[in-house]
């Protein structure tokens, strides 16, 4: 259960965040507002499933962690590079560099249950 949330809230948070960033919608707040929801989600259930990841592998749990972390700044980077209309295209392509390494080393972790 807590996989499948975990999967479902960053799936959203990416759908919201995508929408707010590269859309011309005037409802930029409100999918900001998604995407932050999204971000505790995200962490309460990583912090369940990080006591089974890192028995498993303790150092890519870490580095998944640092990068996660790190993606979520990078987003609240480019919502506001978005809100005062200067969002730059190297914030844009390190959140997307980082949003696949926290995805490959998500999956990773969980060996490709969700999928496989």
Not at 79 to 88: N, P, Q
């Amino acid at each position: 259960m807590w996989l499948w949330m975990h999967l479902v809230s960053w799936a959203v948070l990416i759908i919201a965040a995508g929408i707010a960033l590269f859309s011309k919608t005037r409802q930029f707040m409100l999918w900001t507002m998604i995407t932050r929801v999204c971000y505790l989600v995200s962490i309460v259930s990583g912090i369940v499933l990080m006591r089974f990841a890192f028995a498993r592998n303790p150092l890519l749990t870490v580095v998944k962690i640092l990068i996660a972390i790190g993606l979520i700044g990078l987003i609240e980077i480019a919502f506001a590079g978005k809100k005062d209309h200067r969002l730059s295209k190297p914030i844009v392509w390190s959140t997307l560099a980082a949003l696949v390494l926290v995805t490959v080393a998500g999956f990773a972790l969980a060996q490709f249950r969700p999928f496989l």
